[in-house]
C-alpha cells in the first residue's frame, strides 16, 4: 500500500486484500513483526498518521482495487466503526442466507474482549473508489456505507460472486462463477456497488480523474460531511 498525507487529510491506497497468516501467527506467538498484508500495513498508515497532530481525515483509497481476501475488508471495518464487522452471504440456487459475525482485535493485544469494541483511531473516515473497485473492493464501500461512513468518487465496480477453480474429466481445468453471493445487509446483491455520497467523475463521460487524488478538495468534502 501507499501512504500520503496533505493538510488534515491522510489517505491510503491498496489495490487488493491479502492475509499472512503465518505472518499474524509469528507477531503474535512469538512477538514478531507486524505483518505486512493488508491490515498489518492499515494499522502502519494509521500509527503513521496518528503521529501527526494536523491530521483528522483517514481515506481508504479503493479506487483500483480488484478485490481479495474478505476478512481483510471486515477488519477494516472494524477499525473505522469501533464495532463488530457483518459479512451476509446469499446462494441464489437454495435462497440459503447465512450472516457471519466478526470480532476483530483492533487493539492487536491478542485478546477478543470489549476493548476491541471501540475506535482506536479517532479520524473522520471515509472511502475513495470507483467503477473498477471490485469484489471485496467494492465490497468495502458497500458495508461502509451501511455503517455511515462518507463514500467518495464514484459508484463502486460490485462484482459479488466467489470464483472456484473447477476441473474435467479429461484434464481440463477452469474457474467458474459460484452460487455463493455477497449480499448487503437486506440480503440484495451487492452488484449494483455502492453510490457515492460525493461524485468526483462521472462514469458515462471522459472525467478528469485528477479530481479523485485533489487533496484539498477531499478535505473540504469531508469537513462538511
Given at each position: 500500500g501507499d501512504y500520503h498525507e496533505s493538510g488534515d487529510t491522510a489517505m491510503f491506497t491498496f489495490d487488493t486484500f491479502v492475509t499472512d497468516l503465518e505472518g499474524w501467527e509469528n507477531y503474535y506467538d512469538n512477538k514478531g513483526e507486524l505483518p505486512k498484508d493488508t491490515y498489518g500495513s492499515v494499522i502502519a498508515a494509521l500509527e503513521k498518521a496518528k503521529k501527526n497532530p494536523n491530521i483528522k481525515n483517514f481515506i481508504f483509497d479503493v479506487t483500483t482495487n480488484s478485490g481479495g481476501d474478505s476478512s481483510s475488508c471486515l477488519a477494516i471495518i472494524s477499525i473505522m466503526t469501533g464495532d463488530y464487522s457483518y459479512m451476509y452471504n446469499k446462494?441464489?440456487?437454495?435462497?440459503?442466507?447465512?450472516?457471519?459475525?466478526?470480532?476483530?482485535?483492533?487493539?492487536?493485544?491478542?485478546?477478543?474482549?470489549?476493548?476491541?469494541?471501540?475506535?482506536?483511531?479517532?479520524?473522520?473516515?471515509?472511502?475513495?473508489?470507483?467503477?473498477?473497485?471490485?469484489?471485496?473492493?467494492?465490497?468495502?464501500p458497500v458495508y461502509a456505507k451501511e455503517r455511515g461512513i462518507m463514500i467518495m468518487g464514484e459508484t463502486?465496480?460490485?462484482?459479488?460472486?466467489?470464483?472456484?477453480?473447477?476441473?474435467?474429466?479429461?484434464?481440463?481445468?477452469?474457474?467458474?462463477?459460484?452460487?455463493?453471493?455477497?449480499?448487503?445487509?437486506?440480503?440484495?446483491?451487492?452488484?449494483?456497488?455502492?453510490?457515492?455520497?460525493?461524485?468526483?467523475?462521472?462514469?458515462?463521460?471522459?472525467?478528469?480523474?485528477?479530481?479523485?487524488?485533489?487533496m484539498e478538495k477531499l478535505s473540504s468534502a469531508m469537513n462538511e460531511f
Open positions: 446462494f441464489v440456487d437454495t435462497e440459503l442466507s447465512v450472516e457471519m459475525k466478526s470480532h476483530i482485535d483492533t487493539n492487536l493485544d491478542g485478546k477478543f474482549d470489549e476493548k476491541d469494541l471501540k475506535k482506536q483511531y479517532d479520524f473522520n473516515f471515509a472511502i475513495l473508489c470507483t467503477n473498477n473497485s471490485f469484489s471485496s473492493g467494492n465490497l468495502l463502486s465496480g460490485g462484482g459479488c460472486f466467489a470464483m472456484s477453480l473447477a476441473g474435467t474429466a479429461d484434464g481440463l481445468f477452469g474457474t467458474i462463477s459460484t452460487t455463493y453471493g455477497l449480499s448487503d445487509s437486506k440480503w440484495n446483491s451487492v452488484e449494483s456497488g455502492a453510490a457515492p455520497d460525493v461524485v468526483l467523475v462521472d462514469t458515462n463521460s471522459d472525467s478528469d480523474l485528477k479530481a479523485l487524488y485533489d
